[in-house]
């Protein structure tokens, strides 16, 4: 049961029929009751005339004789009218708001509008619009539109000091209705803190999104919600990430998402995991001898990257008292080593997330010598050469030979024979073998060294006083040789990458022309006397480089001049001296420069091809008449022995 209080007097509502009791009706003419449904049905009853008497009104509208209390609403009239009740025609309307305001909700910057419409008998004046109490005059961004029995409210770009609650009043005949709505206005939520977190791996984390105008939060990390999943969870709706059993892949930046029905603003916040620091490679036994450079690595792992701390002996190094030391990130450089850098040393590694030790190595600097009975030695091209290197201490190193810079590999190269830890057999010596280097290695590749300088001689026999004269496209050669018609001369131009050109003369020949050659090039040249047997006796070498300078002149050694008196020269050599280039009418030098190797290889070569074909049809042809003579052999011996069979038979018969 309810009470309704109109002015004066009270009523209590039940169930059908209402049962009306007025408390106080003296002071009024008539009393008007009406019963009004949803539907805007509206019924009209008329007290008795005894006022203090108990009126009951009938459920017309009822289902079932029942009253649904959310279907029907009680409004009580006290009207002082002198209309009789006998014109019941005549019975003014009620006044009602029609259109009642409705809540809404919107977002900033919208512009929301209410509705309120009135009805009655006389017709309601919307007298004025309140909000929270308070009369709209008082605001500006609001405009009022009125129309017959209604009004619309409109207010624009709302934002969020214009959420509250609006009321509609209207006045009929000294009564006052009125209808209320409350307006919410949506809001950007608003994240106003946010802290980061830092964790050691294996170790919990908690990450901080304060926020206001949310309806609720998401934790994204790598692009993936988060907040559900087994190692994560959410506390303080939503504002706290805790993260278990930190991970070194949970190490990034996350992200808090506050949403509402409109909006959704975003914030990272930073999760900081401490790796402890790991020693991946350290610091390795080593010797080495007096004045050479150390280096001790000490890579590591970890996060933040670690600091590294070198100890000497159990004792920090410090800085200041050792000049020869430079500390680096990831390893140290000890330079000009002494006896008093020998001892041992470890690096720690050091950060937030803790410490890690390297383990320890030895330094043992040793005054390791090498000692040469002779720097310079004496050898015949072709010849042996045996080498002794005097090491010192004998018992903690060895020697590694080098012949100009290359490590001798005595496995791969048979000319060289190691025979102990101090002597090198060297045979078969060649031009080449100039400087022989004599290493005193430590185990981990420090040396010491000192070098054997060979003087290697020509050859007995072999060609002497090579020289050459160079023109802008070719080279002459010159040699002196009294050797024998046993052996040929092969005259060879070297360039660094291989053979240039080579000639092949006769044992008479002193010189012969070499080439093309190019501007600026590195050239050698050596004569070699080679027998019919296969026997080599080389001269030495002649080391050349060409220069810019363009001519088509022999610049022959020991001539000066003008060039016409070369070029005379260099014909009357080439016409007179050498059998290569004998003619009745000599040819000058540049009409010979376009004979090249090419062509003379081309003749070599078909003169090969005709001697071979001749010794081969030689050889066929004692072999066609070995097997004739072979054949009649045989034939005749057949024969024979034929005859002697047929004799015996004969012999037998008689």
């Known amino acids: 049961m309810q009470l309704f209080c109109v002015s004066n007097s009270c009523f209590r509502i039940s169930e059908s029929p209402f049962v009306l009791r007025p408390s106080l009706f003296s002071d009024y003419d008539n009393l008007w009751v009406a019963v009004r449904s ?51 025609l005549a019975i003014p309307s009620i006044p009602i708001i029609r259109v009642l305001l409705t809540p809404s909700s919107v977002p900033q910057g919208a512009t929301p509008t209410f509705f309120c419409e009135v009805a009655g008998i006389p017709v309601p004046v919307i007298s004025t619009w309140l909000k929270d109490g308070m009369p709209l005059s008082s605001y500006s961004d609001w405009r009022i539109r009125l129309a017959s029995g209604k009004t619309i409210l409109q207010i624009r770009q709302v934002s969020s000091q214009d959420a509250g609650v609006y009321r509609c009043l209207a ?44 309806l609720f939060l998401r ?198 024979v190691q025979l102990d830890n101090r002597h090198l057999d060297v045979h078969q010596v060649t031009y080449e073998d100039i400087h022989i280097t004599c290493l005193v290695k430590i185990s981990d590749g420090a040396m010491a060294a000192e070098t054997f300088q060979l003087n290697v001689t020509a050859p007995l026999g072999a060609p002497t006083d090579v020289s050459v004269s160079i023109s802008a496209e070719y080279v002459l050669v010159n040699w002196q040789w009294s050797g024998s018609n046993n052996f040929s001369l092969h005259v060879i131009l070297y360039q660094a990458d291989g053979i240039v050109d080579s000639q092949v003369v006769g044992f008479e020949a002193d010189g012969t022309l070499l080439g093309p050659v190019s501007p600026n090039i590195d050239y050698k040249v050596v004569v070699e006397a080679i027998s019919v047997v296969g026997n080599r006796l080389p001269s030495r070498p002649v080391h050349f480089t060409t220069n810019s300078v363009t001519t088509n002149l022999l610049l022959v050694e020991g001539v000066d001049g003008d060039p016409t008196i070369q070029t005379d020269l260099a014909t009357s050599w080439i016409a007179t001296r050498s059998p290569l280039f004998r003619s009745q009418h000599p040819t000058p030098v540049h009409h010979q420069q376009g004979r090249g190797s090419t062509e003379r290889v081309v003749i070599a070569a078909a003169v090969s091809v005709v001697i071979v074909a001749v010794v081969i049809v030689l050889v066929l042809l004692v072999v066609f008449i070995k097997m004739r003579r072979l054949k009649k052999l045989n034939y005749e011996c057949q024969t024979d022995t034929k005859s002697t069979k047929d004799l015996e038979i004969a012999d037998i018969q008689k």
């Open 38 to 88: 949803i539907h805007s049905h509206t019924a009209i009853f008329l007290p008795s005339a005894d006022s203090t008497s108990i009126m009951e009104v009938p459920c017309f509208l009822g289902a079932g004789g029942k009253l649904h209390p959310t279907l029907y609403s009680l409004s009580l009239l006290i009207l002082v009218s002198t209309t009789t009740q006998s014109d019941p």
């Open 171 to 214: 006045e009929a005949g000294g009564l006052n209705l009125s209808s209320s709505a409350r307006l919410r206005i949506i809001v950007p939520p608003v994240i106003h803190n946010t802290t980061n977190a830092t964790a050691v791996v294996g170790g919990n984390a908690t990450l901080t999104c304060q926020t206001r105008n949310h």
């Open 219 to 416: 934790w994204w990390f790598n692009g993936s919600l988060v907040d559900y999943l087994p190692r994560f969870g959410t506390t303080g709706h939503g504002e706290q990430l805790t993260v278990k059993d930190v991970h070194k892949a949970d190490h990034g930046w996350y992200v808090c998402q506050a949403l509402n029905e409109r909006f959704s603003v975003e914030e990272r916040v930073h999760l900081f995991v401490l790796i402890p620091p790991q020693v991946i490679s350290g610091p390795q036994k080593t010797f080495v001898p007096v004045s050479w450079t150390v280096t001790f690595p000490c890579v590591g792992s970890g996060q933040p990257n670690p600091s590294s701390v070198w100890l000497h002996d159990g004792e920090v190094i410090e800085l200041e008292n050792r000049p020869n030391i430079v500390i680096y990130s990831d390893h140290i450089t000890i330079a000009n080593v002494t006896l008093e850098d020998s001892g041992t040393y470890h690096c720690d590694l050091v950060s937030d997330a803790g410490a890690a030790t390297s383990k320890g190595a030895a330094l043992q600097v040793i005054n390791a010598t090498a000692v040469l009975t002779n720097t310079i030695v004496n050898v015949v091209w072709g010849s042996s050469a045996n080498l002794y290197c005097s090491v010192a201490p004998s018992d903690t190193v060895k020697i590694q030979w080098s012949v100009n810079g290359a490590v001798v590999d005595t496995n791969l190269q048979a000319r060289f």
